[in-house]
């Protein structure tokens, strides 16, 4: 006989469903929107710390002040991610997903000067109804919050008990050997001082140098002191790493600005391969490496592809639109204006008032597409 009490407990661990995540995952971005942070009041800080602190030793009193001083690391996330969208970021709800076998939102963030990065929550059903955040994958810097933060608190242990790191194994007790140059690092990285970065690396053990994390700090800090040293700190992240995303992501980059076509093919295609085929940014920046080789036909196909994956996302729109008036194409200029502002939710201005559209707004098609947007604008302002 199965009790009242047991089929309220098996409610309670259900894994949320794919409309539960779907809800969560719009009603987080319609907040940010809004200007309010949608994720820090979602994370539970306890979870958190049970993720982070898994498998470790603790001394007495340490797990008290560890959930103490985790109190506030939803709230910084969420704020972090608020600080972005004020600044011109845009973030959107993607899909749900799985993470680790277990569901989880995917939300992508869009900043003003191009740059990307994709977050995914992992999501379970609270014990208060509702559903809770109890870690983030970041995919920039390709490990879980937990893992990030379980570095701090290994540092703390240090300092409590070092028998206790006695027992820690492999890479764990590697990195607590050497914290204090680790530290010293990451305090150079946070300072912009990264001549010292690269100096602080480069005296660590090799099995050291080859964590990611240190080793992703060491190629952004090279990227701003020695070119030919990013380059083969780049070339070490991506062959002890080749199918991780993060390290991909700063590869774009790096082959775009040297013109090595080939090698931003293959790194688009290893962070979309982690994050989905369905997201149209992918086909955008392959766009834009097509119009940089001049091939305006390539970018044209990549923008369309780009549209029939995510009709929301804005940034084909303008492209294309700024095609169809370079070739004179009135009835392609008109469609795609009014694609953006339909699908895309652009707000226009009357596009007659503006020079370069002087071309269109006195032909055929451009006096029709004027007279119609007018129309339904003044019917929207009423």
């Keep these: 006989m199965v009790t009242a009490v047991a089929v309220l407990a098996l409610a309670l661990s259900a894994a949320p469903s794919p409309a539960e995540l779907d809800a969560l995952g719009r009603d987080i ?13 979602l994370v539970d800080s306890v979870a958190l710390a049970d993720r982070t602190l898994q498998g470790m030793e603790l001394p007495k009193g340490f797990r008290t002040g560890f959930d103490q001083s985790f109190k506030t690391v ?27 076998g277990k569901p989880a939102v995917q939300l992508r963030l869009l900043t003003p000067d191009g740059g ?23 995919l920039m810097a390709g490990e879980l919050k937990s893992q990030e933060i379980r570095r701090l608190a290994l540092a703390a242990l240090a300092d409590a008990n070092q028998g206790l790191v006695d027992k820690l194994m492999g890479k764990e007790q590697l990195f607590v050997k050497h914290l204090k140059e680790i530290q010293a690092m990451s305090a150079a990285a946070r300072e912009r001082r990264f001549q010292d970065v690269v100096t602080q690396f480069e005296a660590l053990p090799r099995p050291v140098q080859e964590q990611r994390s240190l080793l992703r700090m060491y190629a952004t800090a090279a990227s701003e002191v020695d070119e030919r040293k990013y380059e083969r700190a780049l070339g070490k992240y991506l062959q002890l790493y080749p199918t991780d995303a993060a390290s991909n992501v700063l590869a774009i980059d790096y082959y ?4 090595r076509w080939a090698e931003v093919e293959k790194a688009i295609g290893v962070v979309e391969a982690r994050v989905g ?3 149209g940014w992918f086909e955008v920046l392959r766009a834009g490496a ?6 305006k036909d390539e970018a044209r196909k990549h923008y369309l592809e780009a549209i029939a994956r995510e009709k929301a996302l804005k940034d084909p729109y303008f492209p294309l639109i700024q095609l169809a008036l370079d070739g004179k194409d009135w009835a392609e200029a008109a469609k795609w204006l009014e694609a953006v502002e339909r699908d895309a939710h652009v707000e226009l201005q009357d596009v007659s008032a503006v020079p370069e559209y002087a071309g269109f707004a006195a032909s ?19």
């Design 116 to 138: 990307f990065n994709v977050l995914e929550l992992l999501v379970e059903s609270g014990a208060q109804g509702g559903l809770k955040v109890v870690d983030v994958f970041d």
């Design 364 to 382: 055929k098609e451009g006096k029709a597409y004027v007279k119609k947007w007018r129309a339904a604008h003044a019917k929207s302002a009423k």
């Design 277 to 279: 085929k369905d997201d």
């Design 29 to 41: 971005e319609a907040k940010y929107s809004q200007g309010v942070d949608g994720l820090g009041p």
């Design 74 to 100: 939803g709230q910084k996330l969420g704020e972090s991610i608020l600080v972005g969208v004020k600044a011109g970021a845009r973030l959107s709800f993607r899909k749900a997903v799985t993470l680790d």
């Design 256 to 259: 775009f600005m040297r013109k």
């Design 290 to 295: 097509a119009n940089a080789q001049g091939k």
